[in-house]
């Protein structure tokens, strides 16, 4: 299925549960949660107080992010506060099959990210494990980047890798997309597209609608 994950970085943060209202309003399926520590990235965002807060209002699949070194750390706290899809970093850790086990053990879905320079090949070892691999197509840390044109060959490779295992894996591709590139992300098959600012900038109800419009038209592989 495909699906569209809007990434509350760009919110409005004086105005958050109202933006979430317009989010479930407007039907996106997925709510996109970028945690960032400082530390795996230069910026830090918001972590569990704010998410377990939220989780109150929507009941929408909380996508949660995390941009954070050893994220093993966290993976119990952000079940906890709420997260049903979990997407870590491969360049974060060196204990990825054990972080996927406890997402799993702990109900949730596992995702799997690689930033920009990160070949595809370090994901072929967990396609059996793995729900999500998750394609960077900025480098992570900050919203309102433009889109780095050489990932849309990555997400291509990524989808020829997950066709040929014939395991259903979702593919999320991440930063940078707007109405005027989406169709190519789409077409070189990613699924799960998250938008920050293209989605907050402006009407979210319609720059939302525009997306899903365009988003349900592509099906799956
Ligand atoms: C970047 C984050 C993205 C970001 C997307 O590190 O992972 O999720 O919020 O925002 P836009 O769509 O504005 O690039
Ligand atoms: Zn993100």
């Known amino acids: 299925m495909n699906i569209l994950s809007p990434s509350i970085l760009s919110a409005d943060f004086t105005r958050l ?3 979430i ?3 479930d309003e407007a039907g996106a399926q997925y709510m996109h949660i970028d945690v960032m520590d400082g530390l795996f990235v230069p910026s830090i965002s918001y972590g569990m107080p704010v998410i377990k807060s939220i989780r109150k209002i929507t009941a929408k699949v909380f996508d949660v ?3 954070i070194d050893r994220p093993e750390r966290y993976i119990r706290e952000f079940a906890d506060c709420g997260a049903d899809v979990i997407t870590f970093h491969i360049e974060a850790t060196d204990k990825a099959g054990e972080i996927i086990t406890e997402i799993h053990q702990r109900g949730m879905k596992a995702g799997i990210a690689i930033k920009p320079g990160t070949p595809v090949e370090t994901l072929s070892p967990y396609m059996e494990e793995a729900d999500m691999f998750l394609v960077m ?3 992570p840390g900050f919203g309102g980047q ?4 050489a990932c849309t060959e990555k997400i291509r490779a990524v989808r020829k890798m997950v066709r040929e295992s014939g395991k259903k894996i979702d593919i999320q591709a991440d930063g ?3 109405r005027s590139n989406l169709e190519s992300v789409l077409a070189a098959g990613a699924n799960v597209i998250v938008a920050g600012s293209a989605v907050f900038h402006g009407n979210i109800k319609d720059n939302t609608a525009g997306f899903l419009e365009v988003i349900s ?3 799956e592989n």
Do not use: D, P, W
């Not at 433009?146 to 044109?149: G, T, V």
């Open 17 to 19: 549960g109202e933006q």
């Open 21 to 23: 209202h317009a989010l």
């Open 65 to 67: 992010h995390l941009m």
């Open 137 to 139: 197509t900025v480098e």
């Open 146 to 149: 433009a889109y780095i044109e």
């Open 176 to 178: 940078g997309i707007n």
């Open 217 to 219: 038209k592509f099906n």
